[in-house]
Every structure is written in structure tokens, then in C-alpha cells.
């Protein structure tokens, strides 16, 4: 693999016409008389400039402005999304969800000029988000995602801002009054399904489940605990995770974990400390002990212990867990338990509507890491045994 050159070009002479130039992506930019001031002022904007867009000339506002495509603009766009929505040096999903939203966009208007792009258009490619069967919900969201495109564009000074104000005027699809399907709320899973499904679980997985269960944690929280994160100085435990949905908001995250969860995490803590607690290459070296503890053939006769492996996996087990194998797992273990499928989302539901219930809505908040109680709502369901004793006596 190539040496990447981080180095700044430099500011170069011309003699043959005494100018000045630096070479950016290729292609030579003069700048003016050699050592003129002039020269030197250009040279640094067209570093700054090139240096803000990730080391890449930025896309130059044409003298005409309907000589830049939406087709160009996408890509310049995309390419932003690819550099900047990144955590832990891995490209977030908010990328690929861009990607999504600007294929409809490309589907219907890839070569028109992008100042052409007004309200009848974004609601044509609504429209068509519609006819693909997507939801409400989610369109609402894609179509905020192309706003943000024709936002950065008129930041970057590629378009006129009066094309961004004029789709800020498309009200939201609103629930009843489009054909876009509508979506089932996300319920709490009951801790019998939630019991059922880990029978069927391997014992990492199962603890993952459980520890999530009893804290309220995101999925991919409890999927990247590690012991170094957490304090374990008093008797409820703080994890802190070091990456986590909020951290670009500079919100510090802290997970409170009781005796319950205590027990179940211990099983998995004697590790260093930056390794992860529930780890895909642990839980398949149990299983192939408990299948070696099974075998049936005696050991001098068929196949010798670990000759029937590949020697090189395409898809080795990972450090740690996923939300994504994390659900996977869930779902094959929902199938043969025979339960309603349920993803791990679904237990911090049920963890906050058990908090909610017993300790208030505040407490759910602070256990959840919402800043606002407004999201809380969303995860906590209801108590509707207050009412009911309401209507015992009043009614």
C-alpha cells in the first residue's frame, strides 16, 4: 500500500513567465507575480480552502450557475458525508442513509441544472419514496437529508441560498393525510418472550441480553463495554463509555449498573482492560468446547480436533458484538423459541417503562441518558394503572 504524503504543496515559481503556482490535485493554480503579496494571499486561501475540503480543491461556484448539475452536486456531497459522518474511523450509517435519500434524487433529476431544483421537485422525489413502499416516518427523514444537502451546497457557495429557503416551505408528511405507510410503534418486550428467547441464546449472548435488560442501555452500548470503562469503586457501578450515540454533543454518558447487572457483567470482566467484555470469538470458542464435550466419535477415530475448519474465515469473528449481529442473533433465537421476533431496542423500552412505572418519569430520563424528558416518552410506555384507579373511584 502506497506512503500517503501529508505534506503541503508548496508555493512554487514560474520563471519562464515569473509567476507564482502551487499544484493542487494535479493541476497547476497561478497565483500571480512571483513573491508579490498578492501572489501569497492566494496562495494561502487556495491551501485553507483545499485543506477544509479534505485535502481537495472544492467544487468552484460556476460563472453560470445552471452549468452545475445535480448529478455534480450529489457527488460533491456524498463525498463530504464519506469524510465527515465518521466514528472511531469507520463510516457512521447516517452515510449510507444519505446515500439512500439522494439515489431518488438521482433516479428523477441527476442532469437538470441544481438551481432548478425547487419544491416541485423535492416533492416529486417524495413522492416516489411513497410509491417505493417506504414510511412516513422515514421519508420525513430522507427528505430532511436532501434539504441538508442543498444546505451545505449554499455553505459551500455552490448554489444560491434562496433555493434551501424555498424547500424549507414543504411541510413534514403528517400522520392521515398521505398514502406513505404508517409505521407500529416500537413496544417493550416482555421479559417472558425476553426469557424464552435466551434459552435459545449462547451464554455470551444471553448475559449481552441480560445486561441490557437491567441497565436500559443502547445496543451497541452494552455491545462495546470494556472493563477499563468502568468504575467500580462504589457499590453501583458507572460505565462510562468512551464512543456513544451523543458524544459530538460533548454529553457525557454514564451508565449506572446495580447489583443484578453486577453479577452478570463479573462473568466477563477478568480481561484486560481495553478488551471487550462480550466478544463474538469467546462465545464461539464455548460453542465448539460444548460440541467437543457432546462428540460422540471417539477422539482417536474421525476427525481430529480442529482439522474441519477453514483455515481462513471470510468473516472471522469480531472484538466485540454489533447492533446488527447482535439482532441477528436475537432473531434466529426468537425463531426457535417460537416468539413474536423482538430486536434489542425493544429491551430499553422495556427497562424504561419498568422504571418509569416505579421510580417517574425524571428517574427513566436520567437512567436513559435523554436530555430531554419529551424523548423519554417515546421509550417509556405509559403507566395506565394510575388512570384505572381513577376510574375505580371516580367513575
Not at 481537495?56 to 469524510?83: C, D, G, S, T, Y
Not at 441477528?328 to 426468537?334: G, L
Amino acid at each position: 500500500m502506497p506512503k500517503l504524503n501529508r505534506t503541503v504543496p508548496k508555493y512554487r515559481h514560474f520563471k519562464a513567465r515569473d509567476l507564482a503556482f502551487v499544484e493542487l490535485d494535479g493541476k497547476r493554480h497561478y497565483l500571480g507575480k512571483y513573491e508579490s503579496p498578492e501572489s501569497r494571499d492566494a496562495y494561502d486561501r487556495l491551501i485553507a480552502e483545499w485543506l477544509t475540503n479534505g485535502r481537495r480543491i472544492p467544487p468552484q461556484p460556476a460563472a453560470n450557475e445552471k452549468a452545475l448539475a445535480m448529478v455534480e452536486l450529489m457527488a460533491a456531497f456524498r463525498r463530504h458525508a464519506q469524510a465527515y459522518y465518521v466514528k472511531n474511523g469507520e463510516v457512521t450509517d447516517e452515510a449510507r442513509l444519505i446515500d439512500d435519500a439522494i439515489k431518488f434524487v438521482r433516479r428523477l433529476y441527476a442532469r437538470i441544472p441544481a438551481v432548478d431544483f425547487g419544491p416541485r421537485k423535492l416533492k416529486a422525489v417524495r413522492q416516489t419514496m411513497i410509491d417505493d413502499g417506504q414510511s412516513r416516518k422515514h421519508i420525513n427523514k430522507q427528505v430532511s437529508r436532501i434539504r441538508r444537502m442543498i444546505r451545505w451546497a449554499v455553505a459551500e457557495e455552490m448554489m444560491p441560498a434562496g433555493v434551501y429557503h424555498a424547500l424549507q416551505a414543504i411541510p413534514d408528511l403528517r400522520k392521515g393525510r398521505t398514502t406513505a405507510r404508517e409505521t407500529e410503534p416500537v413496544r417493550p418486550v416482555s421479559d417472558s418472550d425476553v426469557a424464552a428467547t435466551i434459552e435459545h441464546l449462547p451464554e455470551v449472548v444471553a448475559d449481552l441480553a441480560r445486561f441490557q435488560r437491567l441497565t436500559g442501555c443502547r445496543p451497541t452500548e452494552a455491545c462495546m463495554v470494556r472493563p477499563g470503562e468502568i468504575d467500580r469503586t462504589n457499590d453501583v457501578w458507572e460505565y462510562r463509555p468512551t464512543c456513544h450515540k451523543t458524544e459530538h454533543h460533548d454529553i457525557e454518558r454514564v451508565i449506572f449498573i446495580g447489583p443484578k447487572a453486577q453479577a452478570i457483567l463479573s462473568r466477563h470482566l477478568l480481561r484486560s482492560a481495553g478488551s471487550y467484555c462480550f466478544s463474538p470469538a469467546e462465545s464461539e470458542r464455548r460453542r465448539r468446547a460444548a460440541a467437543h464435550e457432546k462428540r460422540v466419535t471417539p477422539v482417536g477415530q474421525g476427525n481430529s480436533i480442529g482439522t474441519n475448519r477453514k483455515p481462513k474465515r471470510t468473516r472471522p469473528p469480531n472484538g466485540h458484538y454489533t447492533r446488527h449481529s447482535y439482532g441477528k442473533a436475537i432473531a434466529r433465537a426468537c425463531k426457535l423459541a417460537g416468539v413474536d421476533p423482538w430486536s434489542p431496542n425493544q429491551l430499553r423500552h422495556a427497562a424504561a417503562t419498568e422504571i418509569r412505572s416505579r421510580f417517574g418519569l425524571e428517574a427513566a430520563q436520567v437512567s436513559l441518558g435523554h436530555s430531554n424528558a419529551n424523548v423519554t416518552q417515546v421509550y417509556a410506555e405509559r403507566d395506565s394503572k394510575l388512570a384505572m384507579d381513577v376510574a375505580r373511584e371516580v367513575g
